[in-house]
């Protein structure tokens, strides 16, 4: 959502938007993995994903950050 956006604070909003959204997925993802409903194996390949997908939301907030005084 945050693409077609041009100013970097609006760009720099919808990527906060989009991590609260990720934190909450894990949630769901730890309740699912206590109850069984998801495997191991299952459960550490999304872990893997939600720490890539974190690591990229970071990047792009602390790039469009840099970006304001470039």
């Known amino acids: 959502e ?3 956006r041009y100013h970097y604070l609006d760009k720099i ?3 906060y938007n989009a991590r609260g ?3 909450e ?3 769901w993802l730890d309740l ?6 998801i495997d191991s194996v299952h459960y ?9 997908i974190i ?3 970071n ?3 602390n790039t469009n950050y840099s970006n304001k005084y470039s």
């Open 2 to 4: 945050g693409y077609g």
């Open 13 to 15: 909003k919808f990527y």
């Open 21 to 23: 959204s990720l934190f």
């Open 25 to 27: 997925s894990k949630y």
């Open 32 to 37: 699912m993995y206590e109850r069984k409903i």
């Open 44 to 52: 550490l390949d999304l872990m893997d994903l939600y720490q890539n």
């Open 55 to 57: 690591k990229a939301l």
């Open 59 to 61: 990047g792009l907030i």
